[in-house]
């Protein structure tokens, strides 16, 4: 029977080595996870603030998606995944050119060798094209400037925020991915991170409290009261990250394998898990399940199972969601109020907790649960194992220990050097005039065309419409004057 010609590998766009089950995979899960950011915490940032900022918070993560991009393929993507620089940093140079985009993906500084010399495992290559991969990782990175923007949102300065992108993108971001993913020295001492949450979510909830505190905070009357503007919506931008982050962990082994299949249930587990014991908790310490809450809940679990998702057994998921699900709602609900340095920073969506200290959790889990067949389906050090498989377990989890320190170490200091060069260009925190008014100052624009908002309708201020029939009838209850007494609710820290 003859090959059908869409197999054959002599047509110029099919090259004998592309997979195109591979490559459909990877620029599925690279466009899931970019809706985790495009709309997706767009939509979440824009619901879950105070009305007055929703436009301001969703054009930080449009900007940072854009933004990105643009460095991304005109300097970053090497600096991430090409050739080594330093053993902490590769050399910058463009990802543009047709040779280069249509050759076959590979991260040069990726093989593994033993001490002798001898190659342990071999180059990563996988079977599509370098422009899959790229854009992959692009959405990798514009997904941590996104994140870390949660930390800052109601008052850091739109311009300062314009020029922090690209800068911590270079000085930072790319840092730690060369480091973990692109062959430098903590890929080849073995520290695992299998999907992001040292480079991604360590990384970010660490520089996002840094700058919170360099920014400054927001404003005494947003500090006190800072009410979802839409509860609804920002459900819906939740959806889009959970549902998203099968493409973010499903896409880390840069093939449709065995792998890919145990991160995504691995994933899904784990944030349902995390979810539901967060929910618990609300419950028993406050009374009543608390939306905002559950959303927190489900971050918590995705962020925890990203270093582990296709290294972990699917029993090992739910202990990972239970912790997650209960150690940041500690540090976030209880820690965060009797600490007097977390009460100083005002990090507006506790990006800290649910990042950083998730993403720490899980990587130091990583090292006591990593399962050795599963781990010796991706990793590049063979016979890499948590603690609890025996073996040189212990050393693992030494190394997931270290690796961070480093992280945490490289952030508190580039995130400050940088916010420091451009505070003295510009203001870093918006005048105070601007924080009181909000997007309308900011950007000369709105979020809602709503009636009134919020305010009776009154004809004698408002003009008579066709009589009585836009007369707006309220009722007295209990609580205030009918729609005039709808307050929302608080997100309190």
């Known amino acids: 029977m003859a090959t059908p010609g869409a197999y054959q590998a002599h047509l110029p766009a099919v090259p004998s080595w592309l997979n195109k089950g591979d490559n459909a995979w990877q620029l599925t899960a ?126 850091m300065n739109i ?26 020295f903590l890929f080849h001492w073995g520290v695992i991170d299998y999907s992001g949450g040292y480079v991604i979510h360590l990384s970010s909830g660490i520089a996002g409290l840094v700058a919170a505190y360099w920014v400054g905070p927001r404003s005494k009357s947003d500090r006190e009261r800072f009410p979802p503007n839409n509860v609804l919506l920002m459900l819906c931008g939740a959806g889009l990250l959970w549902m998203g982050w099968s493409g973010f962990n499903g896409g880390a082994p840069y093939a449709a394998n065995n792998a890919s299949s145990m991160a995504v249930l691995n994933t899904n587990i784990c944030a349902a898990t995390s979810l539901l014991v967060w929910t618990c908790l609300d419950v028993f310490y406050f009374g009543k399940p608390s939306v905002v809450g559950a959303v927190q809940g489900m971050m918590t679990g995705l962020v925890c ?22 150690v940041p709602w500690y540090t976030m609900m209880i820690l965060h109020k009797k600490s007097i340095l977390l009460q100083k920073v005002d990090d507006t969506l506790g990006v800290f907790h649910t990042h950083a200290v998730a993403g720490l959790l899980g990587g130091l889990l990583t090292g006591l649960l990593a399962e050795p067949d599963l781990c010796r389906l991706t990793l590049p050090v063979t016979d890499s194992r948590g603690a609890f498989y025996g073996g040189k377990g212990g050393v693992q989890f030494l190394k997931q220990l270290v690796a961070a320190l480093f992280v945490i170490g490289w952030n508190i200091i580039s995130t400050t050097i940088i916010l420091l060069v451009i505070k003295v260009f510009i203001p870093l925190r918006m005048p105070d005039e601007e924080l009181n008014i909000g997007d309308d100052a900011a950007h000369g624009e709105e979020a809602y065309a709503l009636w009134g908002d919020g305010e009776r309708y009154d004809p004698g201020k408002h003009g008579n419409w066709n009589g009585s029939l836009f007369t707006e009838q309220t009722t007295p209850t209990a609580y205030g004057n009918g729609i005039a007494a709808a307050r929302g609710i608080t997100i309190d820290l």
């Open 159 to 184: 311009r300062a925020w314009m020029a922090f992108v690209p800068l911590w993108l270079i000085f930072s971001y790319t840092v730690g991915a060369f480091s973990l993913w692109g062959g430098g």
């Open 305 to 326: 199972i990203t270093p582990a998702a296709g290294l972990v057994q699917a029993w090992a998921a739910i202990v990972m969601g239970i912790l997650s699900g209960s």
């Open 30 to 155: 690279a466009t899931l996870v970019g809706l985790q950011s495009m709309p997706g915490l767009v939509i979440l940032y824009a619901s879950i603030v105070k009305k007055k900022w929703a436009v301001n918070s969703a054009f930080m993560a449009l900007y940072a998606f854009a933004a990105v991009l643009l460095c991304w393929v005109l300097l970053c993507y090497r600096m991430a995944f090409g050739d080594k620089l330093l053993p902490f940093w590769g050399k910058g140079a463009p990802a543009l050119g047709q040779k280069y985009l249509l050759g076959q993906a590979k991260v040069p500084e990726s093989t593994q060798y033993y001490k002798n010399g001898t190659v342990e495992t071999p180059t990563i290559e996988p079977f599509y094209p370098m422009a899959s991969l790229v854009y992959f990782q692009f959405q990798f990175a514009a997904i941590t400037m996104i994140l870390l923007a949660g930390s800052v949102l109601a008052r």
